[in-house]
């Protein structure tokens, strides 16, 4: 199913006269107002846009909405605002646990992409759902190309751990841990609820609520192989908190770190399980000069790492925080494991049940999900929300 | 027989002004023609009387009384101006104040207009470029920082940005992401949460 459309957006234009120019003091005001207010007109803009959706897809278009959108020109580049709403429809026979649409927006950010997902659904077959994602897109007006934004579908999951889509984004791995998760995270409330009652699971929603509005904000920037940082390096060692039932358990890690920046992360893990591991997360929680803790990135590794046998991991990236950060230190874990036979393996709920991960790492969306339902409807809402699954 | 010269040709000549083109062949007809030669060596005697004449100073010149003419004229002069305009006292403020207040005003002038239109994306990148160039005045050495893709994750979302270019990801306006993440392979998730249904929708960015 393909739709595509072109959005006229809005009007405006800066006219510059023809002919002598006396310069006098009036003048140059005339020559210096555009500078401020002229840059705020824009030429006329459009914005193409395409839905696709292969023929055999499991979803189908019900409607799209594109309204709200607008274009502005800042400076030396055009600014446009795309809001997107997409109304689909579940035309499988199976019910749709989590979906993912990829945005391209090639001529915008070159090579670059962005996807918005839906983990969490439960949508029966012939259900309806919505999508919904704004889009902010800044290019240079040298760029010349009409902007176009397109929109296809990266996977959907099903209840079943079945998986459809070209899986350009590797939406399929993400999904499947988000559903993972949520699934631990569904046992961990029901059985609080069977076996410790009602205020048990209430207290537990209570505190996840006050670590969510605790958790510290940062600002992170990644980039690949490379660095601006002048202040000398120094090699700074991992911590690693280790899981007893974790199939992977790292050995041993280090990167390179100048003042605000750290780069280069080098580590060791060691497959203790009988499966062959094709792919690996861990967290890396960074500590600044004053003590405070925060989960700064991931480091994913696609590896063939045969059973009892050791690997090393060596990314080619650098993190730059914020200038008044200096990194003091550096802890480590293994947040998923992916087999060979395409299995998962994340963290348990009493693995998790560390001070250090409670406090810097969030939650699963279905937590989230499910701690926003207590919220806004009470606790006999998520009860009955846990009783659908 | 050949025509003379110009009388206008002939007096340029004489004064030694005539273009370098004219001159030889002008210079050859003069020297051949006894008319042309005659006018201008006439133009010459002229030219060389009134030198003479102006070099010459008016007989009985008073040097003092000339000086004090001079002197009172221009008291003369001020005192019609006061009658103009009366002076003030204000002390004028000299040129380099003027000019240095003028370069001040045009430049707090940029700054807004800067500030006003110019994405925050690419001042922040001239803002590093500067700070590395100080650096490197500073003399400890200098990576440059290339144009690859950058992606960011803050309070406010997710971003990916190359060449002047940004793409960002988000869940409206006024939603601010309740989780992001970033992922050293150069992607970063935003998780936004719909306040009346409880949607977890995450978005992402992927530099590749």
Not at chain 1, 255 to 282: F, W
Not at chain 2, 107 to 131: D, E, F, H, V, Y
Request: proline content about 5%.
């Amino acid at each position: 199913m393909r739709s595509r459309r072109s959005l006229p957006y809005g009007r405006g234009s800066v006219a510059i006269g023809r002919g002598s120019v006396a310069i006098g003091r009036g003048s140059v005001l005339m020559l210096l107002v555009p500078l401020i207010a002229g840059a705020q007109s824009f030429g006329q803009q459009s914005l193409d846009h395409r839905i696709d959706l292969p023929h055999d897809a499991p979803v189908s278009l019900v409607g799209d909405e594109w309204g709200g959108s607008a274009a502005n020109v800042r400076g030396g580049a055009f600014v446009l605002d795309v809001r997107v709403s997409l109304s689909l429809r579940n035309s499988s026979q199976r019910r749709i646990h989590g979906i993912t649409l990829a945005v391209l927006a090639q001529e915008t950010a070159p090579g670059g992409k962005g996807s918005i997902s839906v983990p969490s659904l439960d949508v029966a077959p012939g259900e309806s759902f919505s999508v919904r994602g704004d889009l902010h897109l800044l290019r240079p007006i040298s760029a010349g190309s009409r902007p176009m934004v397109e929109v296809d579908l990266d996977g959907v999951l099903f209840d079943d751990m079945t998986f459809y889509g070209p899986d350009k984004l590797h939406s399929r791995r993400t999904m499947m841990v988000w559903e993972l998760e949520a699934r631990r995270d569904r046992h961990y409330f029901k059985t609080l609820l069977e076996q410790a009652g009602r205020e048990s699971l209430q207290k537990e929603l209570v505190a996840s609520l006050s670590r969510d509005a605790d958790r510290p904000q940062f600002n992170v920037q990644t980039v690949r192989g490379r660095a601006t940082n002048t202040d000398p390096e120094h090699d700074v060692q991992f911590a690693f908190l280790r899981f007893p039932e974790a199939p992977v358990e790292p050995m041993d890690g280090v990167a390179r770190i100048a003042g605000n920046e750290a780069r280069t992360p080098k580590l060791v893990v060691h497959n203790r399980s009988d499966r062959i591991v094709r792919y690996l997360e861990m967290g890396w929680i960074v500590r600044d000069q004053q003590g405070r803790e925060f989960l700064a990135a991931s480091v994913p590794a696609e590896m063939r790492l045969p059973p009892r046998s050791s690997s090393q991991i060596l990314q080619d990236a650098a993190l730059r925080f914020d200038p008044r950060t200096s990194i003091e230190g550096m802890t480590g874990f293994i947040s998923s494991v992916e087999f060979m036979d395409g299995s998962f393996w994340i963290p348990s709920r009493v693995e998790l049940d560390d001070p250090t991960l409670r406090r810097v790492v969030a939650p699963s969306p279905e937590e989230q999900r499910l701690v926003q339902i207590y919220r806004k409807k009470g606790l006999n809402a998520v009860i009955e929300e846990l009783k659908k699954f | 027989m050949r025509k003379h010269v110009t009388e206008a040709d002939l007096a340029v000549y004489a004064a030694g002004d005539l273009s370098w083109w004219m001159r030889p062949l002008t210079h050859l007809h003069v020297s051949r023609c006894a008319v042309c030669k005659g006018r201008a060596e006439a133009y010459r005697a002229d030219q060389q009387r009134i030198r003479e004449l102006a070099n010459e100073l008016p007989q009985g010149l008073n040097w003092d009384r000339l000086a004090a003419e001079m002197h009172a004229n221009i008291h003369v002069g001020l005192e019609a101006g006061e009658c103009v305009a009366p002076r003030t006292g204000r002390r004028s403020i000299p040129a380099g104040w003027r000019m240095a207040a003028a370069m001040a005003g045009f430049t707090a002038l940029l700054i807004s207009a800067w500030w006003l239109n110019m994405p925050a994306a690419q001042t922040a990148s001239l803002g590093r470029a500067m700070k590395a160039i100080t650096h490197w005045q500073i003399s400890r050495g200098l990576r440059f920082e290339d144009s690859g893709p950058l992606v960011e994750a803050t309070a406010a979302g997710v971003e990916l940005r190359e060449n002047g270019s940004a793409l960002a990801v988000t869940h409206g306006v006024n939603s601010k992401p309740v989780a992001v993440s970033l992922s050293v392979q150069g992607s970063a998730r935003a998780r936004y949460i719909d306040s009346d249904t409880g949607q977890v929708t995450i978005t992402s960015v992927y530099a590749q």
